[in-house]
Nanobody
Framework: QVQLVESGGGSVQAGGSLRLSCKAPGYAFSMYTMAWVRQIAGNEREGVAGLDKDGTKKYGDFAKGRLTISKDNADPTLYLQMNNLKPEDTAMYYC?????????????????????WGQGTQVTVSS
């Protein structure tokens, strides 16, 4: 069992920044690909960013240059730094530990039926 707890969501204006955090057990980073996945209302979940066990980072096309995934091994936490936010970034953001490569996560998405998921944190961007 891998318990993931997200925080850091909120409401910002377009162009603003947020940093999402995901507390995880330390062993999760060595056993799973860690990822941020979002769900825009009415849409399927889509991969935002993934961090492979070997440290490789992958991003969805919409995230490149604006969003950065990182981790802190000492205080096991996964982060998503979100800059230059746009109204279309409004979504529920989930932290996930999944048994797939990060490239698959961001290109194909991943069902919540696989791996472990946090409860989600809402990000709302106003124009």
């Amino acid at each position: 069992q891998v318990q993931l707890v997200e925080s850091g969501g909120g409401s910002v204006q377009a162009g603003g920044s947020l940093r999402l955090s995901c507390k995880a057990p330390g062993y999760a980073f060595s056993m799973y690909t860690m990822a941020w996945v979002r769900q825009i209302a009415g849409n399927e979940r889509e991969g935002v960013a993934g961090l492979d066990k070997d440290g490789t980072k992958k991003y969805g096309d919409f995230a490149k240059g604006r969003l950065t995934i990182s981790k802190d091994n000492a205080d096991p936490t996964l982060y998503l730094q979100m800059n230059n936010l746009k109204p279309e970034d409004t979504a529920m953001y989930y932290c996930a530990a999944v048994p797939f490569d990060a490239d698959l996560v961001v290109t194909r998405g991943v069902s919540e039926s696989f791996g472990y998921w946090g409860q989600g944190t809402q990000v709302t961007v106003s124009s």
